[in-house]
C-alpha cells in the first residue's frame, strides 16, 4: 500500500482536475441548454455571456455545474463520459457484433479494438524497421569518421522537418508508385523511430573505455570481434533505453500518418471524431493510444530484464 498510495493520490487529483476543467469549459453549453428548457440564469442573453468570463459564468450559476458534464458533445468531456465511451467502443460493439454479423470472430469495424490493431500493426513494422536501420546506422557512424561526419548531420536535420507536413508527402509518393495500406504508416513511424535509436546506440557503442578497446587489440582481436564481444554488449542499456524512445516516437508516426489516409486506425478514429464534434470519441482513442503506448514500452523494458539478465548484468 505504501507503493501505491502516492499513485492513486496522484490519479485521484488528475481526475479531481480534470471534473474541476470540465465545468468552465462547457458551462455556456450547459446555460444555453437550461435557458431552452425554461431554467433562469445568469446572464439572461446569450450574447452576454458568450462575453462573459468562463469562471463568472460558473459562479454566477452553481446549480448548473452538474449539466457541464452531461452534454452530448461537450468541449471537454469529464472522465466518466470517456470511459463510457470506451466502455461502449470497446466492449459493447464487440459483444453486439459477435451477436450480429461477426460470426468468424473479427474484430467489428466499428469499435476501437480493431482500430488500436490497425495502428498497432503499422506501429510495430515502423519500429523494427526504423529500430534495424538506427543500428545499422550506429555501427556505420561509429567505425567511419567519413560516415559520422557525412551522415549523422542529415540524421539530425530529418528531425526537424515537422512529420504532420512530411506525412501526407509520403503517403501521396508512395501511392503514386502503387505502395498503399500498412506500408507508408511503417514508413512515418520508422521516420521517426530510428532517430533515438541512433544516437542510443552510437553512445552505446562508445561506452568502452580506450583500456578496454586496447586490451581487445593486445589480443589481436578483429573489429568483427571487438564489435560483437566489447561494443554490442557494452550497448545493450543504451540501445534499450532508446528503443523505449523509438517505440513510443513509432505509436505517434502511425497515428499521424493515419490522419491523412483515414483507412482506420486509432487517428483516423480521431480525426472522425473532430469532424463530427464527438470530442469523448477523441478522447477514448487518445487513452487507448496512451495505453498502447505503455503496453509496448513495458514489453522493452521486459525484453531489457531479459537480455541483461542473460548477459550477467543487473536485471
Do not use: C
Not at 490519479?11 to 431554467?39: C, S
Not at 521517426?192 to 553512445?203: D, E, I, Q, R, Y
Not at 560483437?228 to 505509436?251: G, Q
Not at 471524431?273 to 470530442?279: E, K, L, N, V
Amino acid at each position: 500500500m505504501s507503493r501505491a498510495g502516492p499513485v492513486i493520490i496522484l490519479v485521484a487529483a488528475l481526475f479531481a482536475l480534470w471534473y474541476a476543467a470540465a465545468v468552465p469549459m462547457n458551462i455556456r453549453e450547459a446555460l444555453t441548454a437550461a435557458e431552452r428548457e425554461g431554467v433562469a440564469v445568469q446572464p439572461d442573453t446569450a450574447v452576454e455571456r458568450r462575453d462573459a468570463n468562463a469562471l463568472g459564468l460558473v459562479l454566477a450559476n452553481p446549480g448548473q455545474i452538474p449539466d457541464a458534464w452531461a452534454q452530448d458533445r461537450p468541449r471537454l468531456p469529464a472522465p466518466h463520459q470517456v470511459a463510457g465511451e470506451l466502455w461502449q467502443s470497446v466492449v459493447m460493439e464487440e459483444v453486439e457484433g459477435r451477436r450480429g454479423l461477426l460470426r468468424s470472430g473479427s474484430l467489428s469495424n466499428r469499435g476501437l479494438l480493431l482500430h488500436a490493431w490497425i495502428t498497432l500493426s503499422a506501429t510495430a513494422l515502423g519500429f523494427v524497421i526504423g529500430a534495424m536501420a538506427g543500428i545499422a546506422l550506429a555501427i556505420g557512424i561509429v567505425h567511419s569518421k567519413t560516415m559520422e561526419k557525412s551522415v549523422m548531420p542529415w540524421a539530425i536535420v530529418s528531425q526537424t522537418v515537422p512529420i504532420v507536413a512530411l506525412a501526407p508527402m509520403i503517403v501521396v509518393v508512395l501511392y503514386s508508385v502503387g505502395l498503399q495500406g500498412l506500408l507508408p504508416k511503417a514508413i512515418i513511424s520508422a521516420y521517426l523511430s530510428f532517430f533515438p535509436v541512433v544516437v542510443g546506440m552510437v553512445k552505446g557503442l562508445r561506452a568502452p573505455d580506450a583500456m578496454q578497446t586496447d586490451l581487445m587489440r593486445t589480443w589481436d582481436a578483429s573489429g568483427w570481434q571487438v564489435l560483437t564481444r566489447l561494443r554490442l554488449p557494452a550497448s545493450m542499456p543504451y540501445l534499450f533505453a532508446s528503443m523505449k524512445i523509438a517505440v513510443a516516437a513509432a505509436l505517434v508516426g502511425a497515428i499521424v500518418g493515419e490522419l491523412p489516409v483515414q483507412g482506420g486506425g486509432l487517428g483516423a478514429r480521431m480525426l472522425a471524431g473532430s469532424y463530427y464534434g464527438q470530442t469523448a470519441q477523441i478522447w477514448a482513442a487518445l487513452l487507448l493510444a496512451a495505453a498502447l503506448a505503455a503496453v509496448l514500452v513495458a514489453m522493452i523494458g521486459g525484453a531489457q530484464r531479459l537480455a541483461l539478465r542473460r548477459m550477467g548484468g543487473a536485471a
